[in-house]
């Protein structure tokens, strides 16, 4: 009986929480030229005006490429952070960790205003690497959450029998570990963009008048809310499912070529 209901529990959790989901996916094919649900016709308008929009388009293709900057600089910062957590002794290594995860635990908005003193000095306010480093901050903590587990279930063993027939450390690492680590990688790589692609505050404090696209909604829901942002909404949406597809089946893919 508890089990039961604990599932009938779970069950209207989720259906609540993908409720709004599912009210947004009707609204972006609305014929009315304003929010309405259900809508009274189906049409395409909201997609077409998104697509014939330039300001909407370079919004997109900019939070596409900060994103992927990011997760880059993310990978190449937080898996030898990772590494070092795991493996290395050092003085110090709990603090290390835990400043490595302080971006999870301080209020995004503390770190926008710190963040936005400084890049005001440097003069990075409104560029595009300006919000790539600051989004990179925020990103760091779930490369490292993830690549520390993958680490700390790592057979080392597989390492030492390399080394033992023969093999380079660099060898190793190219051919046995990091390979075995992929799965990890391309999820880690995947939180990093995600964090950055979905980013608000920080880029209303640093973004200045080069928009990204969840700084260009929340300007549109300012000033008007038309369908439009339904439409971009769902994208978003289907973006980020597609790129979960892909990425579970080339991690699968990874980890079964390198067994």
């Not at 649900?37 to 900019?62: H, K, V």
């Not at 404090?205 to 080069?210: E, I, K, S, T, W």
Request: one cysteine or more; proline letters at 6%; a positive charge.
């Amino acid at each position: 009986m508890s089990r039961r209901v604990l599932v009938l529990a779970c069950g209207l959790i989720y259906l609540f929480l993908m409720l709004p989901i599912l009210v947004v996916f009707p609204i972006s094919l609305s014929s009315a030229p304003y929010m309405q649900f259900p809508p009274p016709g189906w049409s395409w308008q909201w997609y077409e005006r998104y697509l014939d929009d330039p300001q909407w388009i370079d919004a997109t293709w900019r939070s596409l490429y900060i994103g992927v900057a990011t997760a880059i600089l993310a990978l190449a910062l937080g898996v030898p952070l990772a590494f070092s957590l795991v493996r290395a002794k050092f003085v110090g290594r709990a603090l290390v960790e835990r400043l490595a995860l302080a971006p999870v635990i301080v209020p995004t908005i503390i770190l926008s205003v710190a963040v936005y003193g400084i890049f005001a000095k440097l003069k990075l306010i409104g560029t595009w690497y300006g919000l790539v480093v600051a989004h990179t901050v925020l990103a760091l903590p779930f490369v490292v959450l993830v690549m520390v587990a993958g680490l700390r279930d790592f057979d080392r063993g597989l390492e030492q029998a390399a080394e033992g027939l023969g093999a380079s450390r660099w060898r190793t690492l190219t051919r046995i570990t990091l390979p075995l680590l992929r799965p990890s990688l391309v999820s880690a790589g995947l939180l990093a963009f995600i964090s950055s692609f979905d980013e608000l505050v920080v880029a209303l404090f640093l973004a200045g008048a080069n928009m990204t696209l969840p700084k260009k909604m929340f300007d549109n829901i300012l000033m008007e809310i038309d369908p439009t942002i339904a439409a971009v909404s769902v994208m978003q949406i289907l973006l980020v499912a597609l790129v979960l597809v892909l990425i579970g089946r080339f991690g699968r893919g990874l980890s079964g070529s390198a067994r």
